[in-house]
């Protein structure tokens, strides 16, 4: 499963969590991590990262990202949009960190931490000390350059499936929306996503599917056309594919819930 979170935009978030676990998931904007205590995994682009106590981590905009908890985390995060830091952003273009895991220095953190972790009304001030932070981390780390890349595509893309996964799309329906050729598209897709829009599509249905189950009466026949399927056949195996059981079974079990497969409950947020 993963997961596009479209609404980071323009903005700076901060949260507090417990014992994080969140599935593979990708935004515009970037994230950084505080580790307070623990010990915390995290997956950047299908490469592992262990993170340990006071260490500090930078997730780039749209770089599919997870994160694991196997026995216990308390973390900070702050997620910033990419318009608060320009400079860095053209700096990092087409490029990724090679080692996002960072420390800083006890001056920078003591600032650091009470700039970006707690509400702050001061812009100017935010941005001052996201470009000492970012200063800090180029000076541990260096850029992987990548294929060139169009990000506002991606999230066009994304954004366009979030909207219509429950209507009957295809790639070739998209592309000719989007103004693109359907071999680019489908090209374009594969690189990003790591996955085909045929697979992608079919977790986004059967994701909510699930929530349907759990959070409503509604029959399983409504339920799949509810999703955008187009027979209770493909539905079933599609399901089973995913979930390795039944549509019946999994409402049967009762198992853990959709909303608690994002750590919602366990964050407490102050936007700013």
Excluded: W
Aim: net charge negative.
């Amino acid at each position: 499963m993963l997961i596009y979170e479209a609404h980071h935009f323009d903005l700076i978030s901060n949260y507090q969590t417990m014992n994080l676990n969140f599935p593979s998931h990708l935004h515009r904007c970037y994230e950084l991590l505080f580790l307070v205590d623990g010990e915390m995994e995290v997956i950047i682009n299908q490469r592992s990262f262990h993170l340990k106590t006071g260490q500090f981590l930078l997730i780039l905009p749209y770089e599919i990202h997870s994160f694991i908890t196997k026995s216990h985390s308390l973390s900070k995060i702050c997620i910033f949009s990419p318009d608060y830091v320009p400079t860095f952003q053209s700096m990092i273009e087409n490029s990724s960190l090679e080692n996002p895991v960072f420390n800083l220095s006890l001056e920078a953190n003591t600032l650091i931490s009470r700039t970006l972790f707690k509400d702050n009304p001061n812009l100017l001030e935010q941005k001052a000390c996201l470009y000492l932070l970012l200063s800090e981390l180029m000076g541990q780390t260096s850029l992987i350059s990548g294929e060139k890349q169009d990000p506002e595509l991606l999230h066009k893309l994304l954004t366009y499936i979030q909207d219509h996964f429950t209507e009957s799309i295809s790639l070739k329906s998209i592309a000719g929306t989007l103004g693109y050729s359907y071999n680019y598209l489908s090209k374009y897709f594969n690189t990003h996503i790591s996955k085909s829009f045929v697979d992608f599509l079919n977790e986004t249905r059967v994701n909510y599917a699930c929530y349907l189950l759990i959070y409503t009466e509604k029959n399983i026949t409504e339920i799949a056309f509810l999703c955008g399927y187009e027979s209770i056949r493909s539905f079933n195996r599609n399901f089973v594919k995913i979930k390795l059981c039944a549509p019946k079974e999994y409402r049967e079990k009762q198992p853990q819930s959709f909303i608690d497969l994002y750590p919602i409950n366990n964050i407490t947020s102050s936007e700013v």
